[in-house]
């Protein structure tokens, strides 16, 4: 079972067939958990604090927007732990977590960088080409170990 | 340790929200659940959670999507009954996707007959503006 981390991050149609597949998608959503169901100086604790833009520093210099740091320090470890990635080129819904643009250049970069496995595909407009992202999906989860 | 999910219908399921939650009532676990627009969230201990999501996709294995949720439902820093309204913040992108369901439960189960997809037909391309002016030309000449 690989880990494999889905693009955009919060995909319900890329998680689902990542799992389908039996291996494991990398969510943004697993880090969001993990950081409101650990008790801090925030009552309730939330899932970007200022500590976020420091931790992000490990991904982005200081100089970068502390947006995009706060982001990274999310979507960074996710990387880290990433063994193959499936990255949509046009998500089409940018928002939230993937709202800003500079992160989603850095996030595509930094996986690149890592030299693992990455399929690119585009969400499908028609039935001929849903077939051609389910099965190019497919394939490419089945090569993994 | 506990877990969210989302389960999400595509619209050309036969499967209803209120479906799927009275299944989750049927099965007596201990376990949240919170019905939606599009499908419902569960939230409980992940090992309950699982076997939860494997029975609700048995319904319809292509047309029941899931994925992860960070929040719990009516979490009081996300739900929208404490925010005053609004969206959802991850609405957006569920909305997005939700339309693409049909087509994916369409890929699923073609990959499931084994049919291999059509490689030959050239993908649609924006229409070029300089084509555009030649067929409003050709159009109201």
């Known amino acids: ?119 690119e595909v585009d969400y499908p407009s028609d039935e001929v080409e849903a077939k051609r992202f389910v099965h190019e999906i497919r394939q490419f989860l089945e090569g993994l170990t | 340790m506990r877990m969210t999910k989302f389960v999400v219908t595509s619209q050309n399921s036969d499967v209803l929200p209120s479906d799927m939650a009275m299944k989750i009532y049927e099965s007596g676990r201990n376990i949240n659940i919170k019905e939606t627009c599009f499908g419902v969230m569960i939230d409980g201990e992940d090992s309950e959670v699982e076997e939860t999501v494997k029975e609700i996709r048995a319904l319809d294995p292509n047309g029941i999507f899931v994925k992860d949720r960070g929040f719990p439902p009516g979490d009081p820093r996300r739900c929208r009954g404490h925010r005053g309204g609004g969206a959802r913040p991850g609405l957006y992108s569920i909305e997005y996707e939700s339309k693409i369901l049909p087509l994916i439960s369409i890929g699923l189960t073609s990959e499931e007959r084994g049919e291999k997809p059509v490689y030959s037909i050239e993908k649609k391309k924006w229409l070029n503006p300089d084509e555009l002016e030649k067929l409003i030309e050709h159009e109201f000449s």
Do not use: Q, W
């Open chain 1, 1 to 119: 079972m690989a880990k494999v981390m889905v693009y955009p991050p919060t995909s319900l149609i890329l998680a689902d067939l990542v799992e389908r597949m039996d291996h494991e998608a990398l969510v943004v959503s697993k880090e969001v958990r993990k950081k409101i169901n650990t008790p801090g100086l925030e009552s309730p604790p939330l899932n970007i604090t200022p500590d976020g833009p420091k931790k992000g520093l490990k991904y982005a210099a200081v100089d970068v927007p502390s947006g995009v740091r706060g982001r990274m320090s999310l979507i960074g470890p996710l990387i880290e732990e990433a063994d193959a990635a499936i990255v949509v080129k046009d998500g089409g819904y940018y928002i939230g977590c993937t709202g800003c643009a500079r992160t989603n250049e850095l996030t595509k970069f930094l996986l690149r960088r890592k030299e693992i496995p990455i399929l």
